[in-house]
Each structure stands twice: as structure tokens, then as C-alpha cells.
């Protein structure tokens, strides 16, 4: 009897201070103290638990741990299983490292705090960098103004060439993304950037005209750095750089080129700007040269999946529909780019910039211009 109501006390302290007695999951860490190493296994002090064992294949990914702890040093483990068939608790070592490494980025995300780190390697897509020991990458869409590679007209080596330069630097980045279970880390030095940024552009409103010197020339538009706030870099889409249908911003400006633009959009620490906003409309007086019925000559400019843009006059563009020629193999064999032809004009909408044509017949071609 007496027996059983030690057992009944010993029973009740455990229900009333459920910490006496512990209970481990995997995936839990915990901290072990090392008993014994050898070359085949490891065993560990569990705190109020037992006796943790570490072999196989763990023991090999936590080799160098092991080679710099002693019997008695304490360390971080993770529970593989909380009880074996054997009785032990399974560990790893270098699952708990992983595991801590991914809680200290996750405090660093959350406190939106930056940090430097160091650039190991370079692809088309961007930065390969480390935190606390885990891989790490910065898309070059996340890069500041003034380390996204600008002169690469979108050439992919230009683009691994020009980011290969950071390889061995430190920059300044956030963390923005992190997801454990698919190793995925993704770092971004713009939003450093943007927060000062930000600050700076408190004083600038939709509707400003700046002025400001072109500092880089992609293709998909033109950087401008503010002459009165170098620190700020606004882009020009090749949509807003001229009124009429370009292929390249090149044709428009060039790097050093000195420049007024409008402001357009300011969102999120970005600028955007517009040449064309300051340039005459050219499609504001389309209807007192263009009209329904008249018959054109222009030259073949480009073709798209709906069509043929055509040329009218260096500032407007006509566009004939691939429903004219059935489909766009056919558009293309009656077609050639850079020739000129006649055509008779289906619908002039100058609202939105549009002028449709048709054929006159099956087109001749006369001279290029």
C-alpha cells in the first residue's frame, strides 16, 4: 500500500508540473550534453529524458561538430525520433544547425532589418550569396539602381558578366522571402535602398517636370539620375520615351544625355518618368491628315501576333490586321518588313491612337523609301 501511494505522489507531482517529466517530438531542439564519441556512434545526456544517440548517416553531416566537443560540452540537436527501438533518442546535429539558422533569419525578416553579405557567384538570373550558413539569392530585379547591369540590352552574357563583378563583394541587403521546406532564401538589396529613397522622394509629386542625365540604357527603357538629388534614379519605359513605335531606346536617348522628364507615377521608393509627356502629340491633329477611305502608302515596320504595324509618317503607325490574310504565315509571304505599300484606311480613332487599315487589293510593292 505504501508503495502504491508513493507511486500516486510521484504520479500527481508529474500531472501538476508537466515539466518534470518532458515530452520530446521530432523535430523538437533541445539542448544535450555530449557522454561518449566514437567512430561509429555518439551518445548524449537528454535533460530528464534520457540517453541520446547519434549514428549512421547524422553522424557523418555532424562530423566537424563533433571534432570540437569533449565529453560534458553542451550543443543544440534535433530529435529525429523521441525513442528508438532501442529505447534512445535519436539525434541530429546538423539538423538542429540548419533549424537555428533559419529562426536567426526569420528574427532578422521580422525586424526588417538590413544586413551585409558577402557575393560568391553570379547567373543570368542574379546573386548568389550566404546567411548564417545557408544559400542565398538576389534576383537582379531586386538590385539597386546602380548595380543592375543597364548596358545589356538584354543579352544574357552582357547580364552574367556584368553581375560576375560583385562576386567577393558585401552589400547591404533585406531578407523578403524565406521558405525552409524548399531551401528557398531570397534577399534584395532595392528594398534597402527604397527606404532612403523613399525619404527623398517626399518632395517630388505626379505632374513635376526634373531634370536629369541618362545613367543607363536597357531595353525595356532609359535610367534617369535627378540632376538636383543624384541619389534618386528614375526609369523611362520605352512606351514613354517618344510618341511613335521604337525598337530600341537607343534611337532616342543615350547614356550622358541631358534630359527633361515628367513624372509619371511615384510608388513604392520607384520613380517612374516620361519624355513623351513633354513632346506635341502628334496623333492630336491625325484626323486632319488621315481619314476613312483614303488610300496610304507605308512601309512594313514590324509584325506581331495580330498583325503588321505600318508606317504612315515617322510619327504615326497603322496597324492591318492578320485576319486580312487569313493567318500570319500568309500576312508575312505577301508582306516583307521594310517595304512600302498601299493601303486604304478602315477607321482613324486618334483617342486611341489607332488607325486600322486594309488592303486596297493584292498589294504591290513600290520603291523603299
Known amino acids: 500500500m505504501v508503495a502504491l501511494k508513493r507511486e500516486s505522489v510521484v504520479t500527481q507531482q508529474i500531472k501538476d508540473n508537466p515539466a518534470l517529466m518532458p515530452v520530446l517530438k521530432a523535430g523538437d531542439l533541445t539542448e544535450v550534453k555530449l557522454i561518449e564519441k566514437t567512430g561509429r556512434v555518439a551518445y548524449f545526456e537528454v535533460p530528464r529524458i534520457g540517453t541520446g ?4 548517416i547524422e553522424l557523418l553531416n555532424a562530423k566537424d561538430v563533433l571534432k570540437r566537443l569533449n565529453p560534458g560540452d553542451a550543443v ?5 525520433d523521441p525513442e528508438n527501438e532501442k529505447g534512445y533518442v535519436e539525434l541530429s546535429l546538423s539538423e538542429a544547425g540548419k533549424q537555428r539558422a533559419w529562426q536567426e533569419i526569420r528574427d532578422i525578416k521580422e525586424k526588417d532589418e538590413p544586413i551585409k553579405v558577402k557575393i560568391l557567384d553570379a547567373n543570368a538570373g542574379g546573386l548568389i550569396a550566404e546567411v548564417a550558413g545557408l544559400s542565398a539569392f538576389i534576383p537582379a530585379s531586386q538590385l539597386s539602381n546602380d548595380h543592375y547591369p543597364k548596358e545589356t540590352d538584354g543579352d544574357r552574357g552582357k547580364m552574367v558578366e556584368g553581375l560576375k563583378k ?13 521558405n525552409p521546406r524548399t531551401n528557398k532564401l531570397i534577399l534584395s538589396e532595392r528594398e534597402v535602398e527604397t527606404a ?3 525619404e527623398l522622394l517626399a518632395k517630388y509629386k505626379v505632374g513635376d517636370v526634373v531634370s536629369g542625365i541618362i545613367s543607363g540604357v536597357a531595353s525595356f527603357g532609359a535610367f534617369v539620375r535627378f540632376a538636383d538629388e543624384p541619389a534618386i ?3 523611362i519605359h520605352i ?5 511613335r513605335l521604337i525598337d530600341s531606346p537607343k534611337e532616342v536617348v543615350n547614356v550622358g544625355d541631358l534630359v527633361q522628364a515628367k513624372v509619371v507615377d511615384i510608388k513604392d521608393g520607384r520613380v517612374s518618368l516620361s519624355l513623351k509627356a513633354l513632346k506635341a502629340d502628334p496623333w492630336d491633329k491625325v484626323a486632319e491628315k488621315y481619314e476613312a477611305g483614303a488610300i496610304v502608302e507605308g512601309k512594313v515596320h514590324r509584325f506581331n ?5 505600318i508606317e504612315l509618317d515617322p510619327n504615326i503607325v497603322g ?3 492578320v485576319s486580312e490574310f487569313g493567318s500570319i504565315e500568309e500576312l508575312k509571304r505577301q508582306l516583307e518588313a521594310g517595304k512600302r505599300y498601299k493601303f486604304v484606311i478602315d477607321s482613324v480613332k486618334p483617342q486611341e491612337k489607332r488607325i486600322v487599315l486594309k488592303l486596297v487589293s493584292k498589294p504591290t510593292p513600290s520603291p523603299a523609301a
Open 305 to 309: 501576333p495580330f498583325g503588321a504595324f
Open 76 to 80: 543544440s540537436a534535433r530529435v529525429v
Open 53 to 56: 544517440i547519434i549514428y549512421g
Open 239 to 243: 512606351s514613354e520615351l517618344d510618341h
Open 233 to 235: 534614379e528614375g526609369l
Open 196 to 198: 532612403n529613397v523613399k
Open 319 to 321: 496597324l492591318i490586321h
Open 166 to 178: 560583385f562576386i567577393g563583394e558585401e552589400l547591404s541587403v533585406k531578407v523578403i522571402n524565406l
